[in-house]
Protein backbone atom coordinates (compact mmCIF):
# COMPACT_ATOMS: atom_id res chain seq x y z
CA UNK A 1 0.00 0.00 0.00
CA UNK A 2 0.95 3.67 -1.03
CA UNK A 3 2.22 6.30 2.09
CA UNK A 4 2.04 9.74 2.04
CA UNK A 5 5.54 9.83 1.65
CA UNK A 6 6.10 7.99 -1.52
CA UNK A 7 3.57 10.71 -3.41
CA UNK A 8 4.61 13.64 -2.12
CA UNK A 9 5.74 16.33 -3.99
CA UNK A 10 9.72 17.83 -3.95
CA UNK A 11 10.27 20.64 -1.82
CA UNK A 12 11.26 23.88 -3.53
CA UNK A 13 11.12 27.29 -2.61
CA UNK A 14 8.46 29.65 -3.57
CA UNK A 15 9.36 32.71 -5.37
CA UNK A 16 9.37 35.07 -2.07
CA UNK A 17 11.58 32.40 -0.44
CA UNK A 18 14.17 32.29 -3.23
CA UNK A 19 14.42 36.34 -3.30
CA UNK A 20 14.87 36.21 0.27
CA UNK A 21 16.99 33.39 0.20
CA UNK A 22 19.47 35.31 -2.18
CA UNK A 23 19.39 38.16 -0.49
CA UNK A 24 20.34 36.17 3.18
CA UNK A 25 23.16 34.64 1.43
CA UNK A 26 24.73 37.79 -0.11
CA UNK A 27 24.00 39.55 3.12
CA UNK A 28 25.83 36.89 4.71
CA UNK A 29 28.95 36.37 3.00
CA UNK A 30 29.17 40.30 2.47
CA UNK A 31 29.46 41.31 6.27
CA UNK A 32 32.62 40.05 6.68
CA UNK A 33 33.69 42.56 4.14
CA UNK A 34 33.49 45.61 6.17
CA UNK A 35 36.86 44.20 7.86
CA UNK A 36 39.10 45.19 5.03
CA UNK A 37 40.34 48.28 5.81
CA UNK A 38 41.47 46.99 9.24
CA UNK A 39 43.86 44.46 7.22
CA UNK A 40 46.58 44.38 4.68
CA UNK A 41 44.32 45.07 1.79
CA UNK A 42 42.70 47.88 3.01
CA UNK A 43 40.22 50.21 1.07
CA UNK A 44 41.37 48.61 -1.94
CA UNK A 45 40.23 45.68 -0.51
CA UNK A 46 36.84 46.59 0.37
CA UNK A 47 35.92 48.11 -2.59
CA UNK A 48 36.91 44.63 -4.67
CA UNK A 49 35.21 42.72 -1.84
CA UNK A 50 31.86 44.62 -2.92
CA UNK A 51 32.45 44.07 -6.23
CA UNK A 52 32.65 40.72 -5.95
CA UNK A 53 29.95 40.07 -3.19
CA UNK A 54 27.09 42.69 -4.18
CA UNK A 55 26.08 41.42 -7.69
CA UNK A 56 24.88 38.28 -5.86
CA UNK A 57 22.44 40.06 -4.72
CA UNK A 58 21.03 39.40 -8.37
CA UNK A 59 22.77 35.79 -9.37
CA UNK A 60 19.18 34.48 -10.29
CA UNK A 61 17.81 36.53 -12.54
CA UNK A 62 21.32 37.70 -14.10
CA UNK A 63 23.25 34.81 -13.79
CA UNK A 64 25.84 35.73 -17.00
CA UNK A 65 25.98 39.06 -15.83
CA UNK A 66 26.51 38.61 -12.39
CA UNK A 67 29.21 36.29 -13.66
CA UNK A 68 30.94 38.58 -16.10
CA UNK A 69 31.02 41.62 -12.83
CA UNK A 70 32.83 39.05 -10.67
CA UNK A 71 35.22 37.93 -13.06
CA UNK A 72 36.27 41.23 -13.45
CA UNK A 73 36.43 42.46 -9.90
CA UNK A 74 38.59 38.95 -9.26
CA UNK A 75 40.85 39.76 -12.18
CA UNK A 76 40.95 43.22 -10.80
CA UNK A 77 42.54 41.40 -7.54
CA UNK A 78 45.10 39.70 -9.14
CA UNK A 79 46.68 42.64 -10.47
CA UNK A 80 45.90 45.00 -7.55
CA UNK A 81 46.19 42.74 -5.17
CA UNK A 82 48.35 39.34 -4.64
CA UNK A 83 46.85 37.84 -1.44
CA UNK A 84 43.60 35.98 -1.36
CA UNK A 85 40.78 37.32 0.24
CA UNK A 86 37.44 36.03 1.67
CA UNK A 87 35.27 37.43 -1.03
CA UNK A 88 36.65 35.20 -3.74
CA UNK A 89 34.05 33.01 -2.75
CA UNK A 90 31.84 34.87 -4.73
CA UNK A 91 33.31 33.15 -7.63
CA UNK A 92 32.53 29.84 -7.39
CA UNK A 93 28.91 30.95 -6.40
CA UNK A 94 28.97 32.94 -9.24
CA UNK A 95 29.86 30.04 -11.74
CA UNK A 96 26.88 27.88 -10.17
CA UNK A 97 24.76 30.78 -10.73
CA UNK A 98 25.59 30.53 -14.83
CA UNK A 99 25.18 26.29 -14.62
CA UNK A 100 22.10 26.53 -12.43
CA UNK A 101 20.36 29.44 -14.06
CA UNK A 102 21.23 30.47 -17.53
CA UNK A 103 22.30 28.29 -20.67
CA UNK A 104 24.53 24.85 -21.57
CA UNK A 105 26.65 28.00 -24.02
CA UNK A 106 27.15 30.18 -21.36
CA UNK A 107 27.74 27.49 -18.55
CA UNK A 108 30.79 26.26 -20.57
CA UNK A 109 32.51 29.35 -21.02
CA UNK A 110 32.01 30.43 -17.87
CA UNK A 111 33.64 26.86 -17.11
CA UNK A 112 36.59 27.12 -18.95
CA UNK A 113 37.05 31.12 -17.66
CA UNK A 114 37.40 29.37 -14.19
CA UNK A 115 40.12 27.11 -14.64
CA UNK A 116 41.92 29.69 -16.59
CA UNK A 117 41.46 31.96 -13.92
CA UNK A 118 42.62 28.98 -11.38
CA UNK A 119 46.14 29.07 -13.65
CA UNK A 120 46.37 32.61 -13.16
CA UNK A 121 45.57 33.09 -9.17
CA UNK A 122 47.97 29.89 -8.63
CA UNK A 123 50.73 31.94 -10.16
CA UNK A 124 50.40 35.17 -8.80
CA UNK A 125 49.54 34.08 -4.97
CA UNK A 126 52.64 31.28 -5.43
CA UNK A 127 54.81 34.27 -6.88
CA UNK A 128 54.01 36.50 -4.04
CA UNK A 129 54.69 34.11 -0.92
CA UNK A 130 58.15 32.91 -2.94
CA UNK A 131 56.78 29.42 -3.76
CA UNK A 132 56.54 28.98 -6.49
CA UNK A 133 57.14 25.28 -7.68
CA UNK A 134 55.70 22.82 -9.68
CA UNK A 135 54.79 20.79 -6.81
CA UNK A 136 53.39 23.52 -5.34
CA UNK A 137 51.51 25.32 -8.36
CA UNK A 138 50.14 22.05 -9.75
CA UNK A 139 48.50 21.74 -6.52
CA UNK A 140 46.99 25.23 -6.39
CA UNK A 141 46.10 24.37 -9.71
CA UNK A 142 43.97 21.26 -8.71
CA UNK A 143 42.66 22.50 -5.51
CA UNK A 144 40.68 25.54 -7.58
CA UNK A 145 39.86 24.02 -10.33
CA UNK A 146 38.27 20.86 -8.64
CA UNK A 147 36.07 24.17 -6.80
CA UNK A 148 34.77 25.80 -9.95
CA UNK A 149 34.77 22.18 -11.62
CA UNK A 150 32.21 21.28 -8.52
CA UNK A 151 30.18 24.91 -8.25
CA UNK A 152 29.53 24.36 -12.34
CA UNK A 153 28.29 20.72 -11.98
CA UNK A 154 26.18 21.15 -9.18
CA UNK A 155 24.51 24.13 -11.20
CA UNK A 156 23.84 22.21 -14.16
CA UNK A 157 23.04 19.45 -12.80
CA UNK A 158 20.32 21.48 -10.75
CA UNK A 159 19.21 23.06 -13.95
CA UNK A 160 18.93 19.34 -15.71
CA UNK A 161 16.90 17.81 -12.58
CA UNK A 162 14.76 20.84 -12.66
CA UNK A 163 14.19 20.89 -16.57
CA UNK A 164 13.06 17.13 -16.31
CA UNK A 165 10.69 17.88 -13.51
CA UNK A 166 9.00 20.41 -15.36
CA UNK A 167 9.00 18.24 -18.78
CA UNK A 168 7.26 15.41 -16.81
CA UNK A 169 4.87 18.65 -15.12
CA UNK A 170 4.21 19.12 -18.75
CA UNK A 171 3.64 15.89 -19.91
CA UNK A 172 1.29 14.89 -16.93
CA UNK A 173 -0.80 18.19 -17.94
CA UNK A 174 -0.83 16.87 -21.43
CA UNK A 175 -1.75 13.66 -20.56
CA UNK A 176 -4.70 15.27 -18.46
CA UNK A 177 -5.87 17.46 -21.26
CA UNK A 178 -5.70 14.38 -23.66
CA UNK A 179 -7.53 12.23 -21.27
CA UNK A 180 -10.48 15.19 -21.01
CA UNK A 181 -10.64 15.43 -24.59
CA UNK A 182 -11.41 11.17 -25.45
CA UNK A 183 -13.55 11.40 -22.60
CA UNK A 184 -15.71 14.69 -24.45
CA UNK A 185 -15.30 12.58 -27.71
CA UNK A 186 -16.73 9.61 -26.30
CA UNK A 187 -19.49 11.38 -24.48
CA UNK A 188 -19.93 12.99 -28.26
CA UNK A 189 -19.92 9.56 -29.88
CA UNK A 190 -22.51 8.19 -26.84
CA UNK A 191 -24.57 11.03 -27.83
CA UNK A 192 -24.55 10.36 -31.54
CA UNK A 193 -25.36 6.81 -31.29
CA UNK A 194 -28.30 7.35 -28.40
CA UNK A 195 -29.51 10.38 -30.72
CA UNK A 196 -29.66 7.31 -33.56
CA UNK A 197 -31.76 4.94 -31.48
CA UNK A 198 -33.50 7.20 -30.83
CA UNK A 199 -34.80 8.26 -33.88
CA UNK A 200 -34.82 5.23 -34.88
CA UNK A 201 -37.26 4.07 -32.03
CA UNK A 202 -39.32 7.36 -32.26
CA UNK A 203 -39.45 7.62 -35.61
CA UNK A 204 -40.53 3.53 -36.94
CA UNK A 205 -42.99 4.01 -34.08
CA UNK A 206 -44.83 7.29 -34.30
CA UNK A 207 -45.07 6.93 -38.14
CA UNK A 208 -46.81 3.33 -38.06
CA UNK A 209 -48.77 5.05 -35.74
CA UNK A 210 -49.96 8.17 -37.31
CA UNK A 211 -50.57 6.11 -40.40
CA UNK A 212 -52.79 3.47 -38.92
CA UNK A 213 -54.37 5.77 -36.91
CA UNK A 214 -55.54 7.68 -40.28
CA UNK A 215 -56.68 4.31 -41.53
CA UNK A 216 -58.59 3.95 -38.38
CA UNK A 217 -60.32 6.80 -38.12
CA UNK A 218 -61.45 6.22 -41.94
CA UNK A 219 -62.54 2.94 -41.55
CA UNK A 220 -64.75 3.45 -38.14
CA UNK A 221 -67.60 4.68 -40.10
CA UNK A 222 -67.27 1.69 -42.80
CA UNK A 223 -66.15 -1.32 -40.79
CA UNK A 224 -65.89 -1.21 -37.54
CA UNK A 225 -63.98 -4.51 -37.17
CA UNK A 226 -61.14 -3.14 -39.37
CA UNK A 227 -61.14 -0.62 -37.23
CA UNK A 228 -60.49 -2.64 -33.97
CA UNK A 229 -57.95 -4.42 -35.68
CA UNK A 230 -55.85 -1.43 -37.06
CA UNK A 231 -56.34 0.32 -33.03
CA UNK A 232 -54.97 -3.24 -31.63
CA UNK A 233 -52.02 -2.69 -34.34
CA UNK A 234 -51.38 0.55 -32.73
CA UNK A 235 -51.83 -0.51 -29.77
CA UNK A 236 -49.14 -3.03 -30.30
CA UNK A 237 -46.66 -0.78 -32.36
CA UNK A 238 -46.80 1.62 -29.32
CA UNK A 239 -45.58 -0.95 -26.66
CA UNK A 240 -42.90 -2.27 -28.52
CA UNK A 241 -41.70 1.40 -28.88
CA UNK A 242 -42.09 2.15 -25.64
CA UNK A 243 -39.76 -1.01 -24.70
CA UNK A 244 -37.04 -0.01 -26.96
CA UNK A 245 -36.68 3.40 -25.51
CA UNK A 246 -36.83 2.15 -22.22
CA UNK A 247 -34.08 0.02 -22.98
CA UNK A 248 -32.12 2.89 -24.80
CA UNK A 249 -32.77 5.11 -21.91
CA UNK A 250 -31.86 1.98 -19.29
CA UNK A 251 -28.22 2.22 -21.51
CA UNK A 252 -28.27 5.29 -19.64
CA UNK A 253 -29.48 4.17 -15.69
CA UNK A 254 -27.29 1.25 -15.64
CA UNK A 255 -28.25 1.36 -11.34
CA UNK A 256 -31.59 2.05 -11.90
CA UNK A 257 -32.81 -1.38 -12.18
CA UNK A 258 -34.13 -1.23 -15.31
CA UNK A 259 -34.09 -4.36 -17.00
CA UNK A 260 -32.67 -4.20 -20.50
CA UNK A 261 -33.13 -7.18 -22.99
CA UNK A 262 -31.03 -7.49 -26.30
CA UNK A 263 -30.87 -5.19 -28.83
CA UNK A 264 -32.90 -6.15 -31.86
CA UNK A 265 -31.52 -8.18 -34.86
CA UNK A 266 -32.23 -10.66 -37.53
CA UNK A 267 -35.37 -12.70 -35.30
CA UNK A 268 -36.95 -9.21 -34.56
CA UNK A 269 -37.12 -8.09 -38.38
CA UNK A 270 -41.00 -10.14 -38.59
CA UNK A 271 -42.38 -7.51 -36.52
CA UNK A 272 -41.60 -4.49 -39.01
CA UNK A 273 -42.60 -5.63 -41.73
CA UNK A 274 -46.36 -6.43 -41.06
CA UNK A 275 -49.11 -5.48 -43.28
CA UNK A 276 -50.71 -6.39 -46.42
CA UNK A 277 -48.53 -3.60 -48.19
CA UNK A 278 -44.98 -5.10 -47.51
CA UNK A 279 -44.09 -7.87 -49.32
CA UNK A 280 -41.06 -9.77 -47.01
CA UNK A 281 -38.72 -12.09 -47.54
CA UNK A 282 -36.67 -12.72 -44.42
CA UNK A 283 -33.69 -15.64 -43.69
CA UNK A 284 -34.45 -18.06 -41.06
CA UNK A 285 -34.25 -15.90 -37.80
CA UNK A 286 -31.81 -18.69 -36.43
CA UNK A 287 -28.96 -17.72 -38.95
CA UNK A 288 -25.95 -16.62 -36.90
CA UNK A 289 -25.19 -13.43 -37.30
CA UNK A 290 -22.61 -10.99 -35.18
CA UNK A 291 -24.84 -8.65 -33.08
CA UNK A 292 -23.55 -5.23 -34.39
CA UNK A 293 -24.30 -6.33 -38.11
CA UNK A 294 -27.74 -7.80 -37.21
CA UNK A 295 -28.32 -4.82 -35.45
CA UNK A 296 -27.13 -2.82 -37.99
CA UNK A 297 -29.55 -4.68 -40.80
CA UNK A 298 -32.75 -3.87 -38.57
CA UNK A 299 -32.18 -0.56 -38.24
CA UNK A 300 -31.56 -0.05 -41.80
CA UNK A 301 -34.61 -1.65 -42.65
CA UNK A 302 -36.73 -0.11 -40.09
CA UNK A 303 -35.74 3.38 -41.17
CA UNK A 304 -36.37 2.41 -44.45
CA UNK A 305 -40.07 1.55 -43.86
CA UNK A 306 -40.37 4.52 -41.70
CA UNK A 307 -39.52 6.99 -44.65
CA UNK A 308 -42.17 4.94 -46.89
CA UNK A 309 -44.71 5.87 -44.46
CA UNK A 310 -43.46 9.31 -44.58
CA UNK A 311 -43.20 10.12 -47.80
CA UNK A 312 -44.13 7.63 -50.28
CA UNK A 313 -47.92 8.47 -49.85
CA UNK A 314 -50.88 6.37 -50.01
CA UNK A 315 -51.64 2.76 -51.42
CA UNK A 316 -47.66 2.28 -51.67
CA UNK A 317 -46.25 -1.83 -52.13
CA UNK A 318 -43.33 -2.04 -50.30
CA UNK A 319 -40.95 -5.07 -50.55
CA UNK A 320 -37.94 -5.93 -48.12
CA UNK A 321 -35.93 -8.64 -48.62
CA UNK A 322 -33.25 -9.48 -46.65
CA UNK A 323 -30.46 -12.34 -47.25
CA UNK A 324 -27.64 -13.70 -45.41
CA UNK A 325 -24.63 -15.33 -47.42
CA UNK A 326 -20.94 -14.18 -47.26
CA UNK A 327 -22.66 -11.06 -46.57
CA UNK A 328 -25.53 -9.78 -45.36
CA UNK A 329 -27.79 -7.76 -47.86
CA UNK A 330 -30.88 -5.72 -47.41
CA UNK A 331 -32.85 -4.32 -50.12
CA UNK A 332 -36.29 -2.14 -49.37
CA UNK A 333 -38.15 -0.79 -52.27
CA UNK A 334 -41.32 0.76 -53.08
CA UNK A 335 -43.64 2.19 -56.07
CA UNK A 336 -44.59 5.76 -54.46
CA UNK A 337 -43.82 8.96 -54.29
CA UNK A 338 -41.15 9.26 -51.56
CA UNK A 339 -38.08 9.89 -54.88
CA UNK A 340 -40.38 13.29 -55.44
CA UNK A 341 -40.21 14.39 -51.65
CA UNK A 342 -37.12 13.37 -49.95
CA UNK A 343 -34.27 15.26 -49.52
CA UNK A 344 -32.08 12.54 -48.61
CA UNK A 345 -30.33 15.22 -46.01
CA UNK A 346 -32.83 14.04 -42.86
CA UNK A 347 -31.23 12.45 -39.84
CA UNK A 348 -32.03 8.79 -40.49
CA UNK A 349 -30.45 8.69 -43.53
CA UNK A 350 -27.21 9.90 -42.53
CA UNK A 351 -27.57 7.11 -38.69
CA UNK A 352 -27.84 4.43 -41.62
CA UNK A 353 -24.98 5.64 -43.45
CA UNK A 354 -22.94 5.76 -40.14
CA UNK A 355 -23.92 2.18 -39.16
CA UNK A 356 -23.19 0.88 -42.56
CA UNK A 357 -20.25 2.55 -42.71
CA UNK A 358 -18.71 1.20 -39.03
CA UNK A 359 -19.32 -1.93 -40.23
CA UNK A 360 -17.31 -1.80 -43.81
CA UNK A 361 -20.50 -1.64 -45.88
CA UNK A 362 -21.80 0.08 -48.42
CA UNK A 363 -25.27 2.08 -48.80
CA UNK A 364 -27.20 2.69 -51.99
CA UNK A 365 -30.32 5.26 -51.66
CA UNK A 366 -31.94 7.08 -54.40
CA UNK A 367 -34.82 6.89 -56.60
CA UNK A 368 -36.44 3.54 -57.81
CA UNK A 369 -36.08 2.50 -61.65
CA UNK A 370 -39.62 2.81 -62.78
CA UNK A 371 -40.92 5.12 -59.54
CA UNK A 372 -40.57 4.92 -56.04
CA UNK A 373 -37.43 5.12 -53.76
CA UNK A 374 -34.88 2.07 -53.14
CA UNK A 375 -32.79 1.36 -50.13
CA UNK A 376 -30.01 -1.59 -50.61
CA UNK A 377 -27.12 -1.75 -48.44
CA UNK A 378 -24.79 -4.53 -47.82
CA UNK A 379 -23.01 -5.35 -45.03
CA UNK A 380 -19.68 -7.70 -44.77
CA UNK A 381 -19.51 -10.33 -42.24
Same mark, same amino acid.
Given at each position: ???????R??????????????????????????????T???????????????????????????????A??????????????????????????????????????????????????????????????P?????????????????????????????????????????????????????S???????????? %? /? +??????? !?V?? &??? @?? $? #??? *?????????????????????????????????D??????????????????????????????????????L????????????????????????? %? /? +??????? !???? &??? @?? $? #??? *????L????M?????????????????????????????
Open positions: MSTASEHQPWRLSPRGQACFDVALATALLLPAFAMPFEVGWTGLVLSFGQLAPLYWRRRHAVAVFALVGFSAAQAVLIDTPMWSQVAFPVAVYSVGRFATTRPGLTTLAIGIAGAFVASYVWLLEFDQLTSAFTSYVLFITAVVVTAWALGTLGRIRRAYVDALVERGEQIRREAAQQVALAADERARIAREMHD %V /V +AHGLSTI !VQA &DGA @RY $A #ATQ *DPDLAAATLETIAATGRASLTEMRHTLGLLRSDGVELRPQPGIADLAGLVVGEDVEATLPDPATPVPDGVATAYRVVQEALTNVRKHAGPGVRVRA %V /V +AIDDEVT !VLVE &DDG @RG $A #AVA *DGGGGLVGRERVNAHGGTLEVGPRAGGGWRVAARLPL
